[in-house]
């Protein structure tokens, strides 16, 4: 076993069944390959890559008599045309991969109508020799189903990452443009392989230092090497920027100066690269500057901004991550009330890009109320791979289980079966511009993410960025394959340890609908004690609000009526503690510690026993992790060994600090089932 963890889930090892590497050999011997630009180069280096790593064997690239045949639409041979499938259903982005005899002789055709489908399609065809799959029988017509699949890198021009756990920032600013390291390559290549196909290279609160002609310079260089792998780069700029250059004394978006100071500003950045995706804006939020400081909207700035990119097809991702300091509501009703009163006035080129959950990137929250509240806005959703709330860099937690809890929830705003997976990809609206964002974990580490396991949830969220309807267990087992190994013995207990993860952090963080009760600033561990921050909603107790009566936030009508942001059904099922979902119990209602649960117990009893399966399920996912060694790199088998350890001694940490702490509220005894603790 020699996975090298660099290389993430495109290890090409040596296929070691005999008669598979044989079959393989023998179909794909011969390649045809005409292109002649930059992802062409591409193309032919990760076919050679793969083979010489998979299948040793070095690709022929004769074009006589090919059994691999890759081509565009436009060049492909008509007779060879004709027998592809449903071709017509591909977007420019997607691909066939199709297995067809041809005068009794077998071909593979892979075929797209850009280069760029070609090499997503490339990435897809080598994953099925990964994973073992029969190629005789393969027909796979694939396309994107939104648009814009991009990963929000929240790094400092000083190369520290906020919320990052993998080290430093991968943008060598000191070195750019001179200097391309490998990463970079490598970094697109591992992209483009999970369909990736844009980058926010700063932070949502970096300074506008980025904008200046030297940083484009840098930013520049970097395009360079995504282009052929597809990648657009991307830039979030602070609304002050004007000022902060020393340019304006004004940042008001209806000021003409500064209306032409961001066309200036697009014009002399599109000059150097032409194909520039856009800009991210945080705007009025957490002490970032925003139209609101000149008494103008969010639409009043973000369509100023969307005006500077359009004679670029530029766009404008505009977040709507806003919780003012002044107004005494419930946080999660905030970004509702500002939002969606502006639905249908923002300009075509304009997303309004949402977190999942009302609050912030919990270990689980309801979806947005946002989500199906904005039909004439094009909204694109905000994960976060990075894990802020889950555990930072020790965790071991599986997120595309929590990113498709997301996208499967029905929102009911346009009847049964509005799921949020399909707001977001447009199905429900055609929408003309879709996407969906992930907060990086990228950075330094030499395995790119720090927790080795962190891989997953990058690879994830790319499948998911790609077609929001891929299972969660489709993507642990890929990435596993991927990444490791095919031997059943290793896949079957694994893929359950993954999908396990995410609902075991839930149990020993935050339980039954609790949410942000971490301790305060790094969010790391617990903190249900967490008081006298300097804003009520940084607090712990503001959202737990346990007190002799009970425990849990009150969102419906006797509450702040959050609930009355969502579609008439949910609201219905909810206002009821009997049928709300026991995962989301506490986050909209205040119960009695005695109330009496579904289960027959009381809710103090399952809160603790909650808790303690969190912890059992730590223990079950180190009995796992032990049978694994001979699958698994020896360095990754013994350092997941420690970074599980710590996991356990955490869970027991929030476990016991948690209960301890709502103890002195419920006054009630700890089951038999919870060990002593202290
Ligand atoms: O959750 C908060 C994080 C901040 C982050 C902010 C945001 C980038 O704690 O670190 O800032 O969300 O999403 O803007």
Not at 335 to 362: M, R, T, W
Not at 490 to 504: G, H, I, N, Q
Request: charged residues 25%.
């Amino acid at each position: 076993v020699c996975q090298n963890p660099y290389d993430l889930w495109l290890q090409y090892d040596k296929i070691e069944d005999k008669t598979l590497l044989d079959s393989y050999k023998k179909q794909v011997s011969n390649v045809y390959l005409n292109l002649n630009s930059p992802t062409g180069d591409v193309i032919k280096e990760e076919i050679e890559k793969s083979f010489k790593g998979l299948l040793h064997i070095e690709p022929k690239f004769d074009n006589k008599t090919p059994n691999l045949i890759i081509s565009t639409l436009n060049k492909l041979d008509p007779s060879l045309k004709k027998k592809l499938s449903k071709t017509s259903n591909i977007n420019d982005e997607g691909y066939v991969i199709q297995h067809i005899s041809e005068k009794g002789e077998s071909k593979i055709i892979l075929s797209a109508k850009t280069e760029k489908g070609l090499l997503y399609g490339v990435f897809n065809f080598i994953k099925q020799i990964q994973l073992h799959k029969d190629l005789s029988k393969l027909t796979i017509v694939d396309s994107p189903k939104i648009q814009k699949r991009v990963l929000n890198h929240w790094d400092n021009l000083d190369r520290s990452v906020e919320r990052g756990y993998a080290g430093f920032s991968i943008w060598d600013w000191y070195l750019l443009p001179e200097l391309i390291k490998q990463e970079y390559i490598d970094y697109a290549r591992a992209n483009a392989s999970i369909g990736i196909n844009g980058t926010v290279l700063t932070n949502v609160n970096s300074n506008a230092l980025v904008l200046s002609p030297r940083y484009i310079q840098k930013l520049k260089a970097l395009a360079n090497v995504f282009r052929p792998y597809g990648i657009q780069v991307y830039l979030t700029a602070r609304f002050s920027a004007p000022i902060e250059t020393g340019d304006l004394e004004t940042a008001d978006p209806l000021n003409a100066e500064v209306k032409q100071w961001w066309k200036d500003k697009a014009e002399e950045i599109y000059t150097e690269i032409p194909d520039f995706g856009g800009f991210l804006v945080k705007a009025n939020s957490e002490g970032q500057p925003g139209p609101n400081n000149y008494g103008r909207s969010h639409v009043d700035g973000a369509n100023m901004l969307a005006e500077a990119v359009a004679p670029y097809d530029g766009i404008i991702m505009w977040r709507a991550f806003v919780y003012s300091e002044e107004k005494p509501e419930d946080r999660a009703k905030q970004a509702y009330s500002e939002f969606k009163p502006f639905d249908g006035k923002f300009k075509d080129n304009v997303l309004v890009q949402v977190k999942n959950g009302a609050i912030d990137f919990q270990p689980r929250e309801p979806f947005h109320p946002l989500f199906g509240a904005m039909p004439d806005t094009p909204l694109m959703m905000e994960f976060q791979i990075t894990q802020e709330y889950l555990g930072g860099m020790s965790h071991l937690v599986f997120l595309p289980k929590l990113f498709e809890e997301v996208l499967e929830e029905d929102t009911y705003t346009q009847g049964k079966g509005s799921t949020v997976g399909k707001i977001i990809d447009g199905q429900l609206s055609n929408k003309k511009l879709t996407g969906m964002a992930g907060v990086a974990n990228i950075g330094t580490a030499k395995n790119w993410t720090g927790h080795q396991f962190g891989q997953a949830n990058w690879y994830g969220f790319g499948r998911l960025a790609w077609n929001p309807e891929t299972s969660a267990e489709t993507i642990a087992k890929d990435w596993l394959k991927m990444t490791f190994s095919n031997n059943a013995e290793f896949v079957d207990p694994m893929s359950k340890l993954l999908l396990d993860s995410r609902e075991a952090v839930v149990n020993y963080m935050t339980p039954l609908g609790l949410h942000h009760i971490m301790a305060a600033g790094h969010h790391q561990g617990p903190g249900p004690w967490v008081k006298d921050m300097p804003r009520p909603d940084w607090t712990s107790v503001y959202y737990h609000k346990a007190d002799e009566n009970g425990i849990g936030f009150d969102r419906t009508s006797s509450g702040s009526n959050a609930l009355d942001q969502y579609a008439s059904e949910i609201q219905e099922k909810y206002s009821d503690p009997a049928t709300t979902p026991d995962k989301y119990l506490l986050w909209f209602h205040h119960l009695p510690w005695n109330y009496k649960m579904k289960s027959g117990k009381t809710l103090w009893y399952e809160i603790t026993a909650h808790y303690q399966k969190g912890v059992e399920q730590v223990e079950d996912m180190q009995k796992t992790w032990q049978k694994m060694q001979k699958y698994v790199d020896p360095q990754v088998f013994k350092e997941t060994n420690m970074l599980l350890d710590i996991q356990l001694k955490e869970a027991k940490q929030w476990r016991n600090a948690c209960l301890l702490y709502f103890q002195q509220f419920s006054k009630m005894d700890l089951p038999d089932l919870i060990p002593e603790i202290t």
